[in-house]
């Protein structure tokens, strides 16, 4: 059964508000339609009276703030601090979705961080690795699933666009041992 604490609750109306901020910056209605059914999913799920002791923790904590609106009503927004929590906890719960079937081709993260960014470099790193990217080399790593969209998060985040490369290959000259560890043989 999952935890139902004030923390789980703030950081669900974190990552609420910041579905919210998705949905305004969203082109795509594909993306959009699954940005409201993940919001409407999870706001089901809180409980009213809890969801007031949440919000006013979160105030107190100045994650998020109010904005008083000319029809009297008050809109509650993310404050700045609040959306790099919001962006931690859905840095924490990222996954790659694994397809019925394999696309056989092999996805290449590669990065040369410098070395006064080193906490950022290692922090990529454990975040791949997490996300079940084999180590081909220390700065290498590859993943058989599409995972473009995870790999562009996490260089945002980190800030670290010059430093990373993406690659989508046909095949690797070491594929054989690739696909006994992704368990694709």
Known sequence: MP???PGVIQRKICL???GGLALSLSSSPRAYFQILKGIS???????????RRAIKSLYESKLITERQNKDGSITIVLSENGKKKALTYQLDEMEIK?????DKKWRIALF???EYRRKVRDALRNHLKQLGFYEFQKSVFVHPYD???EINYLIEFYDIRKFVRFIVA?????ELHLKQYFNLV
Do not use: A, M, T, V
């Open 98 to 102: 694994k397809p019925i079937k394999w």
């Open 41 to 51: 999913k999870e706001w089901q799920e809180i409980d009213k009276q809890s969801l």
């Open 170 to 174: 046909d095949s690797l000259d070491n």
């Open 3 to 5: 935890r139902r604490g």
């Open 147 to 149: 995972c473009e969209d």
């Open 112 to 114: 040369d961080i410098p």
């Open 16 to 18: 609420l508000l910041l």
